[in-house]
């Protein structure tokens, strides 16, 4: 009997499961995980929901907001901290990845 094996290249990334939903009071620090599978040399993205402003994308901060950063435990798990929140902050967020078609994922 013949070896078989899969080959991961053939595997897209997609999201492993739901962003969860946060509350935070003003003044409070924010974190949204977006935990994804398969990302291989796509790249993870945090989008404003409502204005469609980029937040970050991947390990850099686009935002020109000094309270926003990124940060990655692994290649699955992907975090955008907002410190010290204020009203302007309220809405909802988007994880995306670069796939074609873009794929994403949002906590409102």
């Known amino acids: 009997m013949g070896k078989s094996f899969v080959d991961v290249s053939t595997f897209q990334p997609d999201f492993a499961e739901p962003i969860i939903n946060i509350s935070v009071a003003i003044g409070r620090d924010a974190t949204f995980t977006c935990h994804v599978r398969h990302l291989g040399g796509y790249r993870v993205g945090w ?32 975090n955008l901290h907002i ?23 949002a906590v409102l």
């Open 47 to 78: 989008v404003k929901a409502d204005t469609k402003a980029i937040q970050a994308i991947h390990e850099n901060v686009i935002t020109h907001n000094p309270r926003v950063s990124v940060s990655h435990a692994d290649q699955n798990t992907w």
């Open 83 to 105: 410190k010290q929140v204020t009203e302007d902050d309220r809405g909802g967020y988007m994880c995306q990845l670069n796939t074609d078609p873009m794929k994403s994922q």
